[in-house]
C-alpha cells in the first residue's frame, strides 16, 4: 500500500508530504494506482517549481517521496504554492476514493509548541 502524509502547520497550510510503499495493484510497470500517484506528486514539485519559482527541499527514490516547502516565503508566492499543493491533495484523495485497498492518505496538522 501506498502511505501518504501531508503535514499542515497550525494556520492549515501544506508545509510537507511524504510518500512511501508500493501500490501493489499490478505488477511493476504496470500499476496504475503507483503511476498516478506518482504523476501527481511528482507534478506537483515540478509545478511549484517552474510557476512560483520556489524549490522545495525533496528526496526521491524507488518506493519514497519526500517534498518540504520552504518557510518564509512572500504570502503572493505562498498562496500560489497552497493552491498547487492543494490541486495535488485533491488529485490524490481521487485516487484513493476508486482504489483506498492500494493507497492511504492521513492528514496531520502540527501542533502549538
Known amino acids: 500500500m501506498i ?12 508545509q510537507s508530504f511524504t510518500m512511501s ?21 511528482v507534478g506537483t514539485i515540478n509545478a511549484v517549481h517552474a510557476l512560483t519559482g520556489v524549490t522545495p527541499e525533496f528526496e526521491n527514490k524507488p518506493g519514497f517521496l519526500r517534498c ?19 490541486g495535488m491533495a485533491v488529485s490524490l484523495r481521487a485516487i484513493e476514493e476508486e482504489y483506498g485497498k492500494h493507497i492511504k492518505i492521513t492528514f496531520k496538522k502540527q501542533e502549538v509548541e
Open 3 to 14: 502511505q501518504i502524509r501531508i503535514n499542515r502547520t497550525e494556520s492549515g497550510t501544506i
Open 68 to 86: 518540504v516547502i520552504p518557510e518564509n516565503l512572500p504570502e503572493s508566492t505562498e498562496e500560489k504554492v497552497q493552491l498547487l499543493l492543494e
Open 21 to 41: 510503499g508500493h501500490a501493489k495493484f499490478a505488477k511493476h510497470g504496470e500499476d496504475i494506482v503507483c503511476a498516478g500517484a506518482s504523476a501527481v506528486s
